[in-house]
């Protein structure tokens, strides 16, 4: 009887040590398969990580803009085959705090601030040349779908035969680059050279200079040059 008690117990000792490691083993299966999803999802987020790097800083920007301006487009068109004015439905959706407080900061903005720099004065031409530009919504949805995610440029995007323009566009190219020339012309003119003037100066620099001073202080000295001139000075 001893026996036959001895024998149990060892047979419920072993069938509960191998539950145990079953499910140790079963426990150590999942946490395997968790670190193997951590790892793909690290390795996802560093991909995207490293692919936002690379766009343009302004690249956020330029995209919500798109999207925004896109949809004004496709609200206009609702509205003017509904036979409605665009600007009035949209205005009846702003509140007058809001409009309000446009209104006030249209009013404080100044459009001309003058010549500061060479930096500044291209940055303005450039924004006049962008806001000229309008986009076509219909063409920029077809390439999205053709291109995919190659669309939006990285920095290994070279961007040679991903898209090509069109003939229309590069006459537009071709046109606004002939009025910039055009426009340009008109104030980019070389004074001309006065042949008879008095050569008081000794190079370009100089003349510039002599020049300066003759028109902050010429009409104090006028009299004294004329007088060197007579010979009269005293």
């Not at 509205?79 to 900061?105: F, P, Q, T």
């Not at 020339?181 to 008879?196: L, V």
Request: proline residues 1%; contains cysteine; positive net charge.
């Amino acid at each position: 009887m001893a026996s036959k008690g001895a024998a149990s117990t060892s047979k419920a000792g072993s069938s509960s040590s191998a539950a145990s490691k079953f499910a140790r083993m079963n426990r150590f299966r999942e946490l395997e398969m968790k670190m193997n999803e951590a790892r793909k999802m690290n390795h996802a987020e560093v991909v995207a990580e490293d692919e936002r790097k690379k766009r343009p800083q302004n690249f956020d920007a330029k995209r919500k803009r798109l999207e925004w301006e896109q949809e004004e487009d496709e609200k206009r068109k609702e509205c003017i085959e509904r036979g409605e004015s665009y600007d009035r439905v949209k205005l009846m959706s702003v509140g007058a705090d809001e409009a309000e407080r446009w209104e006030r900061k249209k009013k404080k903005k100044n459009p001309d601030v003058g010549f500061a720099d060479y930096e500044q004065a291209t940055f303005r031409q450039y924004s006049q040349l962008t806001k000229q530009i309008k986009p076509d919504h219909q063409e920029v949805s077809r390439q999205k779908e053709q291109l995919g995610e190659d669309f939006y440029a990285s920095a290994d995007t070279l961007g040679l035969h991903q898209r090509k323009d069109s003939e229309d566009a590069i006459d537009r190219m071709v046109g606004d680059l002939e009025k910039q020339i055009e426009k340009r012309s008109k104030y980019s003119r070389r004074r001309t050279f006065d042949e008879e003037a008095d050569v008081d100066y000794i190079n370009e620099r100089n003349a510039k200079f002599n020049q300066k001073l003759e028109r902050f202080y010429g009409k104090y000295t006028a009299e004294i040059k004329q007088n060197l001139e007579r010979g009269t000075a005293v």
